[in-house]
């Protein structure tokens, strides 16, 4: 029965399995069940999936493990593979509130021991969302099984869970254990009967087993390597581990398997001494290629120590740093970092390492892979040294260094070791665009992660150091960003630039404009795609910054309410004042007449000095403060203002810089806005979210006031507020006050027409200023989603908190279909010159279509400049453009415009 027939009803988790099983025996639907999700692990399918569950998995290779509770107790479900898609979308996820439907209660019948488990057939979602400051000690129901209570999975064979998005990451409580106890002995090292590397590759075949003990140290750790396949689940652990290990002989390779790799993975760290016993000796893998270590003088050996649990089990020990013998004479790990100003010059395809300040940190992006429905996980980052003022971007991937990479953000130290050069040429100018990518055997590590790593010794480390001590750095660190869409390296300006870049054996994929739709569904959480589609443009929409939400609307008109009552204070105390001052003139009229009466005949011939503007001058400054800060502020910007109002455009040539978001800040900003709004009418209260504020228009600018008056209707007057009105309201960017939005309609569009909007902007669409405040905040907005849910955190502040950069505009190009079928919106955000993204050239005519194409704006030309097209320059223009899509989960779906190149 469907959920509008039967009324969900509490049950309890501890309930739930007897409810389920009486429902079934009786063959009566069970009411639906409201519960919260507090855990989502992904596994494989495994070979008897369907005759454990009764479900068909069909083409899904993944199967989900939703753990569920209702703040008393919580219970382990499986989903069933019709619902992946909800987990794939990012919908059904930790901290989510839904109502459970359809379950169903099954019996392991090929185990003795009877173990059942839920599925979960059908789920709706419910408004709001579950949290809790420990999620952990939510304990299970009271007779749960061990398959609900350990981590391992409800169905198969596998002995762990894989990370929720990608299969590089350690996943688990299992990665965290430690295998063995340490020696007690004072010195167990002693007189250590060990043998080197060479000898080993030159007798192993010839040697007896078990071979001698090898010491050596840690060179290179690689990322782990996850080879596990769907339905071949007879091995529980299905990894495996690179370790490059040397010592005073040479270099081997040291491979990890099944379950060694969780247990020793994490303590085999670079620079780590270690004892070896019990392996095993083979050839290595032919084809497999060895990291660059540095170490030109260590002969690279072709043999590979294989650990293994079994058969033999190998004992691999972590030589504590005071117990390590000088006479091992072990090789140190060595680094090869360049500077920003050497990288331009730095061959390619090398191998070298890099440290900076983090200067932008983008968000994570998933790239489904060529061969299998996999996925590759990828960010970009910039860091700055003392050496350049343009960044060094790192492309960084999975490392198998999850808690690493969730503490990155802007303002700290990163390190990258063992980065490959990519020097990318692009268009026919032949443009060179540096990064630097990841490679397997790439470590990265961040503030409060460097630990006692070799590489603090590095000169490297000691001149960034001393360059953080600078005003330069401090002024790098607060002007950094986090978020917000990125592309590198950028397109090329033409369409036949764009193709030829693809090589010779591929070919421009256009979509139909009618097929984007089902594109987009078919985008997985946080999966990153380019589409290429054609089209006109119908409509353009400009937006000199975001919008703010209606939540924080509504916040600052409550502060804006609650400041007027002040400034109705300030209004009675400007009119008692004025009242005095009337009087005070009245007296002084009189005294000078009867002076006037008296020195007639002595005073006739000379006139008589007013002073009524210096005592209007000085004792109105007495008794008002704000006709005093009124006063101040026109005198500071009359000398500016001759020339006629200020506008945005004109505002960059005078003694302030035009900056919508800091200039609040800025000291004096907060009276003016408060003398700002003492002019506003008293009238024209907030009524409700529709109301926009009228503003004024513009009128000459007061000239310079020294005490003679000005032009008619631009003398101060202390009779009333009405020469006072002219004080230019665009000084002040209210955002929350004022819609800035501009719109041009190129070509009509018929109302039924389909069309994709692009909705509410999600927070990290546009990027974000990283503030030290908000450090926590920026981790946790840049992180995935987690599979578990996390203690919630103290502050309530939202990613929407944190400020956007200056003059981030951009703009919402409606694009037609040729077929006049179909509408689609796509945002651009314009590249201005100097800002964290990169644009082919600002060396062009300025014009709209010229921007789309290089993708910034022209040199010299500021952002807060631009404007709407002309009509008639886009009009019938047929464009190819190129989409970046990315799906925040769900149906929030971003699509920006990289591109858009003119068919000629």
């Not at 002084?588 to 005949?601: C, E, M, P, S, Y």
């Not at 200056?806 to 077929?819: D, F, H, K």
Request: aromatic fraction near 6%.
């Amino acid at each position: 029965m469907s959920e509008s027939f039967v009324e969900p009803q509490d049950v309890l988790i501890a309930e739930l399995k007897e409810r389920v099983r009486q429902a079934e025996r009786q063959r009566q639907p069970l009411a639906p069940v409201p519960a919260s999700v507090l855990a989502v692990h992904r596994y494989l399918v495994g070979s008897d999936f369907e005759g454990e569950t009764g479900e068909d998995p069909g083409e899904e290779q993944n199967v989900f493990d939703v753990v569920v509770t209702d703040g008393l107790h919580k219970i382990k479900c499986l989903l069933s593979p019709k619902l992946n898609h909800l987990v794939h979308r990012n919908e059904l996820c930790a901290g989510c509130q839904v109502t459970l439907h359809d379950l169903t209660l099954r019996y392991n019948e090929g185990d003795v021991r009877g173990d059942s488990f839920i599925i979960i057939k059908d789920v709706k979602f419910r408004t709001g969302s579950f949290s809790s400051d420990d999620p952990g000690a939510i304990p299970h129901w009271s007779n749960a099984l061990p398959p609900e209570t350990d981590h391992h999975p409800l169905t198969g064979r596998w002995g762990h869970y894989l990370p929720l998005w990608n299969n590089e990451d350690p996943c688990g409580e299992q990665w965290e254990q430690q295998e063995g106890e340490e020696d007690e002995n004072n010195d167990p090292y002693a007189d250590l009967d060990r043998m080197e590397l060479n000898k080993l590759a030159s007798k192993y075949k010839t040697m007896s087993r078990p071979y001698p003990v090898v010491v050596g140290r840690v060179l290179a750790r690689a990322r782990v390597h996850y080879y596990g396949k769907p339905g071949r689940d007879k091995k529980k652990w299905t990894y495996q581990g690179y370790i490059e290990l040397g010592d005073s002989s040479g270099t081997a390779s040291m491979v990890l398997w099944g379950s060694t790799v969780p247990a020793l993975y994490k303590k085999l760290e670079v620079g780590a001494v270690v004892k070896v016993e019990n392996y095993t000796v083979r050839h290595s893998f032919a084809l497999r290629s060895r990291p660059d270590l540095h170490n030109n003088q260590l002969p690279c050996l072709n043999i590979e120590l294989n650990i293994n649990s079994r058969k033999p089990a190998a004992v691999v020990t972590v030589v504590p740093s005071n117990q390590v013998d000088p006479a091992w004479d072990l090789p140190d790990v060595k680094y090869k970092f360049v500077r920003g100003v050497e990288l331009a010059t730095t061959e390619d395809q090398a191998i070298v390492d890099v440290v900076g300040l983090s200067t932008f940190v983008g968000r994570w992006e998933r790239l489904r892979r060529p061969t299998c429905p996999q996925f590759w996980q990828s960010r970009w980052v910039h860091v700055m040294d003392q050496t350049s003022t343009k960044p060094v971007v790192l492309q960084l991937f999975a490392t198998s260094q999850p808690g690493i990479h969730d503490n990155i953000t802007a303002g700290h130290i990163v390190v990258a070791t063992h980065m490959r050069v990519m020097q990318s040429t692009v268009g026919r100018e032949k443009k060179k665009f540096v990064y630097l990518t990841t490679t397997r055997e790439s470590q990265v590590y961040t503030t409060g992660f460097h630990g006692s790593h070799g590489y603090r010794t590095e000169q490297a480390l000691h001149d960034l150091a001393d360059w953080l001590q600078s005003g330069k750095a401090r002024q790098c660190a607060l002007s950094a960003v986090i978020g917000g869409c990125y592309g590198y390296p950028p397109l090329p300006p033409t369409l036949e630039e764009y193709k030829a870049g693809l090589g010779q054996e591929k070919d421009v994929k256009v979509t139909p404009l009618h097929h984007l739709p089902a594109e987009l569904s078919s985008l997985h959480y946080c999966e990153g795609k380019r589409v290429v589609v054609q089209g006109t443009i119908a409509m353009v929409t400009y937006r000199p910054h975001p919008l703010e939400d209606r939540e924080q609307q509504q916040n600052n008109r409550q502060e804006r309410q609650n400041n007027r009552g002040q400034l109705q204070n300030d209004r009675e105390q400007l009119q008692n004042s004025r009242e005095l001052l009337q009087n005070e003139r009245e007296g002084l009229q009189n005294d000078r007449t009867v002076q006037n009466g008296l020195q007639a005949a002595s005073t006739s011939s000379k006139p008589v000095p007013s002073t009524s503007h210096d005592l209007s001058s000085s004792d109105e400054d007495i008794f008002s403060p704000v006709s005093t800060r009124l006063r101040s502020r026109s005198q500071e910007r009359s000398p500016v203002m001759e020339g006629g109002p200020v506008t945005r455009a004109r505002s960059k040539d005078m003694d302030f810089e035009w900056q919508p978001v800091s200039l609040l800040k800025r000291r004096g900003r907060k009276d003016m806005r408060k003398a700002v709004r003492v002019f506003e009418d008293p009238e024209s209260e907030d009524t409700g979210p529709k109301r926009k504020v009228k503003r004024r228009q513009r009128r000459p600018a007061r000239g310079p006031t020294d005490g003679r008056g000005g032009p008619p209707g631009q003398q101060e007057s202390a009779g009333g507020l009405s020469e006072e009105m002219n004080i230019d309201i665009e000084l002040e960017p209210l955002r929350e006050e004022t819609d800035q939005t501009m719109t041009v309609n190129v070509t009509q569009l018929p109302p039924a027409l389909p069309r994709l909007t692009t909705g509410r902007l999600h927070p990290l669409t546009t990027p974000r200023v990283w503030q030290p405040r908000h450090s926590d905040l920026a981790r946790e907005a840049l992180r995935l989603q987690p599979s578990e849910l996390r203690p919630a955190r103290q502050d309530n502040s939202k990613v929407e908190d944190m400020p956007v950069p200056n003059e981030e505009s951009y703009y919402i190009i409606t694009l037609l279909g040729l077929n006049n079928d179909v509408a689609v919106d796509m945002l651009f955000f314009p590249v201005r010159h100097g800002a964290h993204r990169t644009a082919y050239s600002h060396d062009h005519d300025g014009s709209f279509l010229a921007m789309l194409e290089n993708g910034g704006v022209a040199k010299d030309t500021e952002v807060t400049d631009l404007g709407l097209p002309a009509p008639e320059e886009v009009l019938d223009v047929r464009l190819v453009c190129v989409l970046d899509c990315f799906s925040h989960g769900g149906d929030n779906v971003e699509l920006v415009l990289n591109r858009a190149y003119r068919v000629r």
